[in-house]
């Protein structure tokens, strides 16, 4: 299970240049809490030999087949209430807008070649469910997912204080396919209440990982790192937004402001060539495999 996770301070609402249509409520802290990460693993979480393991696999299953070079990926969209609904219609909408400039390089590297199209929203009043989706995953996954291995479940509801969300990998569909999508927290979302945590970029990130990218800080300073040629080695995982970091003694900064590190939304801002590519062989092996 991959996750980006943080401490959450709701008193500290930083406003950005987004549409801001979250209905907060009564949602507070009591401090303005730092940023804090953690790496522990969680559960279904990729194992270190993963990496070699799937780019092998791409390898021998892309054998003279060529990915899609354009991929666009149906979205349906469960939001979880307590009663109160958190997220409304609009607020869903800039989240997928996010999606689409993020993946579109307009914020920063590459155009990926990905985009999302908003095909449903549900609404599911579970309390349960709201609260805890990570414990109570099976049972909300069973009930409310949708469509096959191409198609993007993203549930959005509330996390734990250490943890802004959670997504399963393309090559983990074969073996639970009712378990595939993205778990966000509402506060993520574009004008959230969740303070360097607002531009909706937590979706961005757990996204990623649903189209087959690993942390750029995977595996550490050891090959083959997260897999991908030009994002650089990275010993540990960015922490807020610092000016400059190089961890290994490799070549290459660490890419601090790629989405699949972890530092602050500001910082964040780019895809390389090699992880666009990796998305759409991914995409071929694993989410669109009637041809290979």
């Not at 479940?153 to 639970?176: H, T």
Request: charged share 20%.
């Amino acid at each position: 299970m991959a996750r980006r996770a943080t401490a959450v301070s709701l008193a500290c609402l930083l406003t950005v240049g987004i549409a801001p249509p979250l209905q907060l409520g009564a949602a507070r802290a009591d401090v303005c809490a730092g940023s804090l990460r953690t790496t522990t693993p969680g559960p279904r979480s990729p194992k270190p030999g993963d990496v070699a393991k799937v780019m092998a696999e791409i390898d021998r299953r892309l054998a003279g087949v060529k990915p899609p070079t354009k991929i666009t990926v149906p979205t349906r969209v469960h939001v979880l209430t307590r009663g109160v609904r958190k997220v409304s219609d609009q607020a869903v909408k800039s989240q997928i807008a996010v999606l689409n400039s993020a993946y579109g390089g307009a914020f920063g590297g590459v155009d990926t070649g990905v985009r999302f199209r908003l095909d449903s929203i549900s609404v599911k009043d579970n309390a349960a469910w709201f609260a805890d989706p990570l414990g109570h995953e099976q049972a909300m996954k069973n009930a409310l997912h949708k469509g096959g291995a191409g198609t993007l479940n993203l549930y959005i509801a509330q996390l734990s204080e250490l943890m802004l969300g959670f997504a399963s990998y393309p090559y983990w569909y074969a073996d639970a396919p009712l378990l595939d999508g993205v778990v966000i927290d509402w506060r993520s979302l574009p004008g959230g209440a969740m303070t360097n945590y607002n531009r909706g970029f937590t979706g961005v990130h757990e996204i990623g990982h649903w189209l087959g990218l690993f942390h750029t800080f995977e595996n550490g300073c050891q090959e083959p790192g997260d897999g991908i040629a030009d994002t650089p080695a990275e010993a540990k995982p960015t922490e807020a937004c610092p000016a400059q970091k190089d961890t290994c003694a490799l070549p290459g900064q660490d890419p601090m402001r790629n989405f699949m590190d972890y530092a602050h939304d500001r910082c964040m801002a780019e895809f390389t060539q090699g992880q666009a590519e990796r998305m759409h062989q991914m995409w071929k092996v694993y989410r669109h495999t009637s041809d290979i």
